[in-house]
Nanobody, 124 residues
Framework: QVQLVESGGGLVQAGGSLRLSCAASGLTFTNYHMAWFRQAPGKEREFVAA????????YYSDSVKGRFTVSRYNARNTVYLQMNSLKPEDTAVYYC?????????????????WGQGTQVTVSS
């Protein structure tokens, strides 16, 4: 049974930082590209960042480029999202996702497994 479990969310002031973690189990982690998406109330779930199987290539949405960093530690089956210079508009539930085939993409439909999400709230 595949499980993706996010942690590290919380309440932070604008300009602050948080690091999200996503621990994977039940799959061969190195066979999967990993990504982070987020969903704000009343909005569609949107792509945030992705990293390829080996961790050598990363991809970001324009809205977080330069502020967020995605990384992975394959020996621990974990992917991270370091979020700096947080803004109120970053407030959302953040989800990690895993994709077996192809290359990392920003398309939700390309991902096979999803976590339950972790809430990030940025106050102004």
């Amino acid at each position: 049974q595949v499980q993706l479990v996010e942690s590290g969310g919380g309440l932070v002031q604008a300009g602050g930082s948080l690091r999200l973690s996503c621990a994977a189990s039940g799959l061969t982690f190195t066979n999967y590209h990993m990504a982070w998406f987020r969903q704000a109330p009343g909005k569609e779930r949107e792509f945030v960042a992705a990293i390829n199987r080996s961790g050598t290539m990363t991809y970001y949405s324009d809205s977080v480029k330069g502020r967020f960093t995605v990384s992975r530690y394959n020996a621990r089956n974990t992917v991270y999202l370091q979020m700096n210079s947080l803004k109120p508009e970053d407030t959302a539930v953040y989800y990690c996702a895993a994709a077996r085939v192809g290359i990392p993409t920003p398309q939700k439909a390309d991902y096979d497994y999803w976590g339950q999400g972790t809430q990030v709230t940025v106050s102004s």
